[in-house]
């Protein structure tokens, strides 16, 4: 009998983006089994400035905004993420994000503590209640990496803050009550720091209630710490579909072998991606980027899915672009390259009024009974309005 061996896929599907991985730099002798094992990456974590002094070459700002900032939001990044960084260049995408700038102390006129008014949405500890049929449940506040351009920096990284069980029974309760809400959000902080049996035991209880019928676990893991989704976390996750997975990748330095073999991971064991990207002045306020990084990403079966312009939130000013970027970003893609490329840009409206998708004006015109309208490539057309 003849050893029928499964066909080969061709190359080009299969190759690109997943080889290899990212130097380790100064980590070149930690043992693969430690640098992969996500709680070695946990238990690694820079927080101090002695640890970063060792790594990149720190300029004052950013060693008198560490002082002045890491108490009032901390400062934690993984190894791997660390490896990201560029030594020499303070104006590196991976520090800026995760590194205190000076900027980050200058108070701007409109910045408020809690941007999205979700504290006044909460009916209940630990739950956002905004929309009719969906809410929003905060179940840790710790994530491996701490972004400096979090919109809940009110909360996240304070332990102080975190949920406690019975206040997530409160929740969980409240959401039982509730039989409008059919679609949840399990986010914080960053869900995949509890342990994988707390966290399936949420994701259980949440599936017990029958009038939920979609559940969307937001996590940044893929981006800062990809060995974390273990193929035991996805055994434990993966008969509770269906769990959406939303992250948030913002710039091409993210996009490495190691984010793409996590991606693929999930797409492969049914999970649907989506990316909710920041946009963040002088990171990824360009066209150009925000494609680069879309593309890698629907190679990997993650639908780019929100542009969010970044949030009145205190310190966080100085990545915030005018409101015109963003829509020229949109602009810019919209017709010029895959439609599956292009997410939805939108504007969190301040004080809880929720999502406010901004578009492109297309429509140049209108006569009796014809609307006037640009195409992407700026040519003019007419269609009948009925
Ligand atoms: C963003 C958000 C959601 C989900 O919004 P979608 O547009 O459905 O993705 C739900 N609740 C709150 C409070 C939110 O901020
Ligand atoms: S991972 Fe999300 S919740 Fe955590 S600091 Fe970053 S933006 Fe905030």
Redesign the pocket.
């Known amino acids: 009998m003849t050893q029928s061996n499964p066909p080969t896929p061709p190359k080009r599907l299969v190759d690109r983006d997943v080889h290899g991985h990212t130097p380790r730099g100064p980590w070149a002798e930690v043992a693969e089994a430690q640098w992969s094992d996500w709680r070695w990456q946990q238990r690694n974590r820079l927080t101090s400035l002695t640890d970063f002094e060792g790594l990149i070459s720190l300029t004052d700002g950013e060693r008198a905004a560490f002082e002045a900032c890491s108490d009032r939001f901390r400062v934690a990044v993984t190894p791997y993420y660390a490896t990201l960084m560029s030594p020499d260049d303070p104006s590196c995408p991976i520090r800026r994000q995760a590194l205190p700038q000076p900027e980050e102390l200058e108070p701007h006129p409109e910045d408020r503590l809690d941007p999205l008014g979700e504290e006044a949405y909460m009916p209940v500890p630990g739950l956002t209640h905004r929309y009719p049929d969906r809410a929003l449940l905060y179940v840790t506040h710790h ?1 491996p ?3 400096r ?4 920096k009110r909360k ?2 304070d332990p102080s803050s975190t949920l406690a069980k019975r206040q997530l029974d409160t929740a969980i309760g409240y959401l039982r009550d509730h039989p409008e809400v059919r679609d949840v959000l399990i986010s ?3 869900p995949l720091t509890l342990s994988d049996d707390r966290l399936a035991a949420i994701v259980a209880a949440l599936t017990e209630i029958p009038h939920i019928e979609v559940l969307r676990l937001c996590t ?1 893991n893929p981006v ?1 710490l990809p060995s974390r989704l273990t193929d035991d976390l996805l055994d434990k996750l993966a008969p509770y579909q269906p769990l959406l997975i939303h992250t ?1 990748f913002n710039h091409p330095a993210e996009c490495t072998p190691e984010a793409a073999r996590c991606l693929r991971r999930l797409a492969d064991r049914g999970f649907s991606v989506a990316n909710q990207m920041v946009l963040l002045r002088g990171i990824n306020d360009d066209a150009e980027r925000v494609r680069e990084v879309n593309h890698w990403l629907l190679r990997q079966r993650c639908r780019p899915y929100y542009l969010f312009q970044a949030d009145l939130a205190e310190g966080v000013s100085h990545f915030r672009t005018p409101i015109e970027t963003g829509v020229e970003i949109i602009r810019a893609l919209r017709g010029h390259t895959s439609g599956m490329a292009v997410p939805h840009f939108v504007v969190d409206a301040p004080g809880g009024g929720g999502k406010i998708p901004l578009v492109p004006e297309y429509v140049t015109g209108r006569d009796d009974d014809h609307l006037i309208f640009e195409n992407y490539a700026g040519d003019t057309y007419r269609y009948p309005l009925r």
């Open positions: 994530c990496v701490y972004c351009h979090c919109t809940r996240v990284s914080g902080g960053d940044r800062t948030h």
